[in-house]
């Protein structure tokens, strides 16, 4: 039987009509509305088109989104005196960095400048550590958004195998550490893990996230298996994720498509945090 497909367009569009409730509720109390701005370095195309996705989500949900649009070519430390302005400005109550910044900046070095409390992304190193110690934190949103998904399919994922494909900070990290808190027993596989396949025929949930077109094929899923795939792979216009769709789906139990899947919970986790930031300010 083919596996059902997990609708993330219509999951996250549930998550941020919710948002938009909590958003209005902090404006009514606050007296302002939520804010968040965006810093989008350079030119780069994917990263533009993200930016104005996220920018667009902000408006639906009633946030106010502030986009900081500077040349390839801005010194760093002009950068970070933006992300110190921003971190003192009351009615800015989150932040965010469009990765990947242009080579002459240090990228972990920039990220640090952001203020913990506004950092909806979740990449600052105390966000990080408290995601790995089990503290209240703002967790990175893609991973947030994968256990949305695996929560919605109903299967529970205390006692599973999970599998994470990939060990970013962006993802497959933070991932990890998300399946962790949930109970799960988790293995990190990456690009120089022996035998592959026979790591992910184990996984009862398989999240994989390596930026390789339909790189996890049908024989490396066990069958019934929950599968994740964040893979976001344009070929010649045409977008692909890091999992062969009709294989796997031939074999688990559910699958997100790409596009339609993890992406639009990307946004909507954004979302969530910079409305819950603001709630923590308050
Ligand atoms: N570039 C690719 N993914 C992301 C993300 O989740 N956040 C930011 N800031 N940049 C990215």
Do not use: W
Not at 35 to 51: C, D, T
Not at 165 to 189: C, E, F, H, W, Y
Not at 234 to 259: C, H, M, N, W
Request: glycine share 8%.
């Amino acid at each position: 039987m083919k596996a059902t497909t997990i609708d993330g367009k219509a999951i996250a569009a549930k998550v941020r009509a919710e948002l938009k409730e909590r958003a209005a509720t902090f404006a009514a109390t606050a007296g302002r509305k939520v804010g968040l701005a965006v810093i989008l370095v350079g030119e780069n195309p994917a990263s533009k088109i993200y930016v104005r996705n996220k920018v667009t989500a902000c408006e639906e949900a009633g946030i106010v989104s502030s986009a900081y649009h500077l040349p390839a070519d801005t010194p760093e430390c002009k950068v970070t005196e933006l992300i110190e302005q921003l971190n003192a400005d009351k009615h800015t109550d989150g932040i965010l960095v469009q990765l990947p910044l242009p080579e002459h900046m240090d990228e972990k070095r920039v990220l640090s400048h952001i203020s913990p409390r506004k950092d909806v992304d979740g990449f600052h190193a105390v966000n990080a550590g408290n995601l790995l110690l089990g503290n209240g934190c703002l967790a990175a949103c893609t991973p947030q958004g994968c256990i949305e998904l695996i929560k919605s399919t109903g299967v529970r994922i205390a006692g599973k195998h999970a599998v994470v494909v990939g060990r970013s900070n962006i993802v497959g990290k933070p991932m990890a550490m998300l399946l962790l808190q949930n109970d799960a027993t988790v293995t990190v596989a990456h690009s120089k893990t022996a035998d592959l396949k026979s790591i992910t025929r184990q996984a009862d949930i398989l999240v994989v996230a390596v930026g390789k077109k339909e790189f996890i094929t049908g024989d490396m899923i066990k069958p019934d298996a929950v599968v994740i795939d964040v893979g976001m792979n344009r070929v010649d216009g045409k977008l692909y994720g890091d999992v062969a769709f009709e294989q796997a789906a031939d074999i688990a139990s559910f699958i997100t498509p790409v596009p339609g899947g993890v992406g639009p919970m990307t946004i909507a986790m954004l979302l969530s945090n910079t409305v819950t930031a603001a709630e923590q300010h308050a």
